[in-house]
């Protein structure tokens, strides 16, 4: 064998051993998951396989061998190297992704969608809450299975806030106002407690400007759900300058850290008050807290009182492919396992992730945890309480977008630029990535 075809055989070797599974000579068909949950994310991700496999699995002839392989982003990048190589032998039989992935796979021709996969099987996705429907919808069809969903919301140091009088704060404006009496200094004048840290990205804004006016979008093509998105929209409608606007009077409180990392410590520590994170943190929130003040959770602050749209649901979702009939059904079986009221139950026990299947709302060992644990219970009234059709952004050049918000926001507060200045930084930084993604991509959309 020649020196080359030696290295590129060996190459290929590790994307062999955690390819698709096949139907074995045992009869069993075995189907392999490519995810990036880690910690007690793949603690409970481990538990629902096992148990898949030694009941449902068991009785249906199919094994599915879950593997890590590292973050989402690291993820998306071996299915994009398998693609661009051309040998689809090497792709899993499901990918769990998040919103990030949506924009590549949707160019894959052989990714299966989940609406057609169910029609195929003989089935329907009836089963699941709109609002996880809606989070996946692509073109009109359901591209990928929600499973691991979350919604944005605000933690706080209700010890703290409660010993200066205050609940949750329901807009921004008032947390404002209470930031002016949250934030402490010491003698020189130096803040030594912040009332809240963040630095909004895409995340954060999704909801920031989709709550407003009852629904909105950061770029047309409904964030990207209905095709490529190709502009922004958040200058022309004021939307972002509307959020810039209230943001900036948070930050001349001194109340508002700039901060982009360890805020969860931070805010554990108790050096911050307040902070905007996924409904996925709450288990290990309360955990670094360790009881030493009581965390609050509320729905995320209104933009102002004409912002009612809520939320969007965010977190991610199962993909899969064209295959044989015996492994397609293998995955529709094991697809319907991971998100049955049942599993979806123990998912969000585990994991704080909110549950996708409508059904399980409705049991009563729902309600019992959540009564036990009101907090849990906060994400779920939110989503519920939103509008369906405020969704995440599906974007090209992603991290691009996510760092543009990220930077222009923090550089609007430190540098005192101008708020109608930044709106237009960000609108043609974020418009030049669409041009130049959709002239190198125009054949492909």
């Known amino acids: 064998m020649r020196k080359t075809s030696l290295i590129a055989f060996m190459l290929m070797i590790p994307l062999a051993l955690f390819a698709r599974g096949s139907a074995e000579d045992d009869g069993i068909t075995t189907i392999t998951w490519w995810h990036s949950n880690s910690g007690i994310i793949q603690e409970a991700t481990d538990a629902l396989v096992e148990k898949f496999n030694e009941t449902t699995g068991a009785e249906n002839g199919i094994r599915v061998d879950a593997v890590y392989q590292g973050s989402a982003n690291d993820t998306l990048t071996k299915v994009k190297t398998v693609m661009q190589a051309g040998d689809l032998s090497q792709l899993p039989d499901l990918v769990q992704l998040d919103a990030t992935g949506v924009t590549d796979m949707s160019t894959y021709g052989n990714v299966y969608f989940i609406d057609e996969l169910a029609a195929d099987q003989g089935e329907d996705l009836s089963f699941m809450l709109e609002h996880a429907l809606e989070s996946m919808r692509y073109k009109g069809k359901i591209i990928a299975l929600p499973f691991n969903a979350s919604t944005i919301l605000f933690y706080y140091n209700k010890t703290a806030f409660e010993e200066a009088g205050f609940d949750a704060p329901q807009t921004l404006d008032e947390l404002t106002e209470m930031a002016k009496v949250l934030t402490q200094r010491d003698k020189d004048g130096?803040?030594?407690?912040?009332?809240?840290?963040?630095?909004?990205?895409?995340?954060?804004?999704?909801?920031?400007?989709?709550?407003?006016?009852?629904?909105?979008?950061?770029?047309?093509?409904?964030?990207?759900?209905?095709?490529?998105?190709?502009?922004?929209?958040?200058?022309?409608?004021?939307?972002?300058?509307?959020?810039?606007?209230?943001?900036?009077?948070?930050?001349?409180?001194?109340?508002?850290?700039?901060?982009?990392?360890?805020?969860?410590?931070?805010?554990?520590?108790?050096q911050t008050l307040s902070m905007l994170a996924s409904t996925s943190n709450l288990t290990s929130v309360l955990e670094a807290v360790d009881g030493r003040f009581e965390v609050g959770v509320a729905p995320l602050m209104k933009v102002n009182e004409?912002?009612?749209?809520?939320?969007?649901?965010?977190?991610?979702?199962?993909?899969?492919?064209?295959?044989?009939?015996?492994?397609?059904?293998?995955?529709?079986?094991?697809?319907?396992?991971?998100?049955?009221?049942?599993?979806?139950?123990?998912?969000?026990?585990?994991?704080?992730?909110?549950?996708?299947?409508?059904?399980?709302?409705?049991?009563?060992?729902?309600?019992?945890?959540?009564?036990?644990?009101?907090?849990?219970?906060?994400?779920?009234?939110?989503?519920?309480?939103?509008?369906?059709?405020?969704?995440?952004?599906?974007?090209?050049?992603?991290?691009?977008?996510?760092?543009?918000?990220?930077?222009?926001?923090?550089?609007?507060?430190?540098?005192?630029?101008?708020?109608?200045?930044?709106?237009?930084?960000?609108?043609?930084?974020?418009?030049?990535?669409?041009?130049e993604f959709n002239r190198q991509n125009s054949n492909k959309h």
Not at 232 to 246: D, H, I, N, S, Y
Not at 247 to 269: C, H, K, P
Request: include cysteine; glycine fraction near 8%; proline fraction near 3%.
């Open 306 to 435: 004409e912002a009612t749209g809520g939320v969007n649901l965010g977190g991610g979702a199962l993909f899969t492919f064209h295959s044989t009939p015996e492994k397609e059904s293998a995955v529709w079986t094991f697809m319907k396992f991971l998100t049955s009221a049942e599993s979806q139950l123990e998912w969000h026990i585990a994991t704080g992730y909110l549950p996708v299947n409508r059904h399980t709302y409705e049991m009563e060992e729902y309600k019992a945890h959540c009564k036990e644990n009101p907090l849990f219970q906060v994400a779920s009234d939110q989503l519920l309480a939103s509008n369906p059709d405020v969704t995440g952004l599906w974007i090209p050049n992603a991290y691009d977008v996510y760092y543009s918000f990220q930077s222009n926001i923090r550089a609007m507060l430190e540098e005192n630029i101008d708020i109608d200045e930044t709106v237009n930084r960000m609108a043609d930084e974020i418009d030049g990535y669409l041009d």
């Open 190 to 270: 130096k803040v030594t407690r912040y009332t809240i840290a963040s630095v909004p990205t895409t995340y954060e804004l999704c909801a920031f400007i989709g709550m407003q006016h009852g629904l909105s979008y950061i770029t047309d093509m409904s964030n990207g759900h209905d095709g490529t998105p190709t502009k922004t929209v958040f200058r022309q409608e004021g939307t972002l300058k509307a959020f810039l606007e209230k943001w900036r009077a948070l930050y001349e409180t001194g109340g508002l850290s700039n901060l982009t990392s360890g805020v969860s410590a931070q805010f554990a520590a108790g």
